[in-house]
Nanobody, 124 residues
Framework: QLQLVESGGGLVQPGGSLRLSCAASGFTMGNYAIGWFRQAPGKGREGVSCIGSSVGSTDYADSVKGRFTISRDNPKNTVYLQMNSLKPEDTAVYYC?????????????????WGQGTQVTVSS
């Protein structure tokens, strides 16, 4: 059964860190591009980061460059998003999604299957 499950969200103070996980079942993550997206209250869903099947193939939104790092653990069939130096404007529901192609892109319309999301709240 095809499934993507996000975890690791929560409440964190500004400047803090969180690591989100996206665990897959029903397919081999390492063969496909995986993206992280977020949707803040009252706003549209936006691309945050993606990782392709090739080593070193990653991309980031300008708003998170230098603060967020995406990575894979292929034996665990899991993709991570390490989020450091968090800001209140990072508050959103974070989703992971799979694109049935190898190349990383951050446009959400290119993704084929989505997880249910995990809430990240950055507040003091």
């Amino acid at each position: 059964q095809l499934q993507l499950v996000e975890s690791g969200g929560g409440l964190v103070q500004p400047g803090g860190s969180l690591r989100l996980s996206c665990a897959a079942s029903g397919f081999t993550m390492g063969n496909y591009a995986i993206g992280w997206f977020r949707q803040a209250p009252g706003k549209g869903r936006e691309g945050v980061s993606c990782i392709g099947s090739s080593v070193g193939s990653t991309d980031y939104a300008d708003s998170v460059k230098g603060r967020f790092t995406i990575s894979r653990d292929n034996p665990k069939n899991t993709v991570y998003l390490q989020m450091n130096s968090l800001k209140p404007e990072d508050t959103a529901v974070y989703y992971c999604a799979v694109r049935w192609q190898a190349m990383c892109v951050t446009h959400l319309l290119e993704y084929d299957y989505w997880g249910q999301g995990t809430q990240v709240t950055v507040s003091s």
